[in-house]
């Protein structure tokens, strides 16, 4: 996660999750290893119906965590116009939202026990109680500073 601008009137958050993508495609190699396994027991007609369901779901949840942790997200929030735009890139396509400003209730800092902590640290909280990522990172040292310090560079900016 780095910080690409940040003004009076602008503050642009980008992450592009490398160690993140890391970890997607080592996953996909050690799928490998049972789909060989699956193809070995086609070859000689002893595929059972448990190994072709484990191994759809091997592929399944594989493929899901690889396309979810490969996307470059990029946050800005922009005071002349009143929104923040939140722009994610991924392997399959591009999805951009818009929220307004005035919407933001506060920005907060997932604690280490939660769930998403590993992977979106800081999230927007809207009125409407909806809670928006800002970047995507693995956060292996002082994850939960970071967290804390970019959960309150936001605060101060929509503050300011």
């Given at each position: ?155 101060d900016f929509l503050n300011?």
């Open positions: 996660m780095q910080i690409l601008q940040h003004t009076s009137t602008n503050l642009t958050i980008y992450s592009r999750p490398i160690l993140l993508w890391l970890f997607a495609s080592t996953s996909l190699v050690f799928a490998a290893f049972p789909i060989k396994e699956i193809i070995q027991q086609y070859r000689f007609r002893t595929v059972r119906f448990g190994s072709i369901l484990f191994l759809t779901i091997v592929i399944v949840s594989v493929l899901s965590n690889f396309f979810d942790s490969t996307e470059i997200m990029t946050s800005t929030f922009d005071k002349n116009r009143g929104v923040v735009t939140i722009r994610e890139q991924g392997l399959l396509g591009t999805k951009v939202s818009k929220y307004l400003l005035t919407d933001i209730r506060d920005a907060i800092a997932l604690t280490d026990n939660s769930d998403d902590m590993a992977t979106k640290p800081v999230r927007l909280l809207l009125a409407s109680g909806k809670e928006l990522p800002v970047f995507r990172e693995i956060g292996l040292f002082n994850s939960q500073q970071k967290a804390e310090a970019t959960a309150n560079l936001i605060r300011s």
